[in-house]
């Protein structure tokens, strides 16, 4: 059966409507009003490494796992119905056939994965797919590819990624690659973009692929917004504000131009991304593990013994729920509640989660603390889905109309 996007839409307000009208009692408190919501209700998330776990060590994820931070039970208890997953490919594989060949080999384990559970998972190319998925009580999977290293200069590759699924592409990972210079490599060769990333932005509107400005320089970021013509995303910042010098989150002038824009900053859960503390934590260690390697070497165990010392006498300082908070109303007291999203980065970041968040589970936690700290349901599912979709749906309005 097939829905149009408008027949869906009037689908998901009559079944939200219905749902709250059954479950809703004056007596509601917080808690159970967050685990309604999480379970009435999309849930966006817009990075989600589970492809490259998977390619690290295998494991069936539509079942439930030891490890890691999703699989689908989790997934269902927290509400989590539509986590993009991510393509990731790393700046080693930069300009070598593997790049491109990882990049297709990983979207083979998000097919598999639907094809294990046709059941419980499906894929989703589109914003109708989500709304679809969603109806039939499935959890969808998008795709988007961390690292435009495997488009290896090539449109024709470009257009094959697109048919296979992907729906963003983070343009940079942790270097300067041929499309974008990286907000962690200082050797800026290209002053922002590369002649190529200027024509791929056009082309990336076109085909209908949302621009993801995680990871990119400031250059990068401020060439793509005036470039785009379509509403880009930041899939897995975090807020500079918070942590002074680290340039991969986004200061608040450019969270001010991505909302001109009118995209979305999608806040990720990293300790080392909302909070001071662990930022120094990891900064300092970072400093002093260079100053050895330099002496002996990166492989050397004078090395490998200083981070188990440092790691034992200096426990990682893990932040809480209420700083990712923080990183949300900054946001939304510098440009409103339409501009702020979810992409916490599970199995992205290690064991550096914060308290209350440490898997795809505690989504109701969040939702808990929002209402918490006063915000209201509709604004709360602007949060989880309707901001980021509303991206997507412009993404693909611009290349309908290209």
């Excluded at 290690?350 to 808990?368: A, I, M, T, W």
């Amino acid at each position: 059966m097939h829905f149009k996007p408008t027949t869906i839409a009037m689908l998901l307000s009559m079944f939200s409507l219905s749902a709250c009208n059954a479950t809703q009692t004056p007596t509601e408190n917080h808690a159970e009003a967050a685990k309604r919501i999480t379970q009435q209700n999309i849930i966006v998330d817009g990075h989600i490494d589970v492809p490259y776990r998977i390619q690290n060590q295998w494991v069936d994820v539509t079942k439930s796992t030891s490890g890691g931070d999703f699989d689908y039970p989790r997934a269902v208890e927290g509400g989590l119905n539509a986590p993009f997953m991510s393509i990731y490919v790393p700046a080693s594989l930069d300009d070598s056939p593997e790049s491109t060949a990882l990049a297709h080999r990983l979207i083979d384990y998000v097919e598999a994965i639907v094809g294990r559970a046709p059941d419980k998972f499906a894929l989703a190319y589109s914003v109708e797919d989500v709304e679809k998925n969603f109806l039939a009580n499935k959890i969808s999977l998008p795709m988007g590819m961390e690292n435009g290293s495997p488009v290896q200069g090539s449109l024709d590759n470009l257009n094959t990624f697109y048919e296979r699924g992907i729906r963003y592409i983070t343009l940079a990972h942790s270097q300067s690659n041929h499309i974008s210079d990286s907000s962690y490599d200082l050797r800026r060769q290209w002053k922002g973009l590369s002649p190529f990333g200027k024509e791929l932005v056009g082309e990336m509107n076109k085909l209908g692929i949302i621009i993801d400005i995680s990871h990119v320089s400031d250059d990068a970021f401020y060439q793509v917004v005036e470039l785009s013509n379509a509403p880009v995303i930041a899939s897995h910042s975090s807020l500079r504000q918070f942590t002074p010098g680290f340039e991969r989150n986004m200061d608040d002038q450019m969270v001010k131009a991505l909302a001109e824009n009118q995209g979305v900053i999608m806040i990720n859960f990293g300790s080392g991304f909302v909070s001071p503390v662990a930022r120094a934590w990891r900064d300092n260690r970072t400093e002093q593990a260079k100053k050895i390697a330099a002496t002996f070497g990166q492989d050397s165990q004078e090395l490998a013994d200083f981070i188990e010392k440092y790691n034992t006498n200096s426990p990682y300082p893990f932040a809480t729920l209420e700083i990712v908070l923080d990183h949300i109303d900054h946001v939304v007291s510098l440009v409103g509640i339409d501009y702020v999203g979810i992409g916490s980065d599970y199995d992205g970041v290690g064991d550096s989660l914060p308290v209350n968040l440490k898997d795809v589970s505690d989504f109701p936690n969040l939702v808990e603390g929002l209402l918490d700290r006063g915000y209201s349901e509709s604004d709360i599912k602007k949060i989880l889905n309707e901001n980021v979709l509303r991206v997507w749906r412009e993404v693909e309005k611009v290349a309908r109309e290209s």
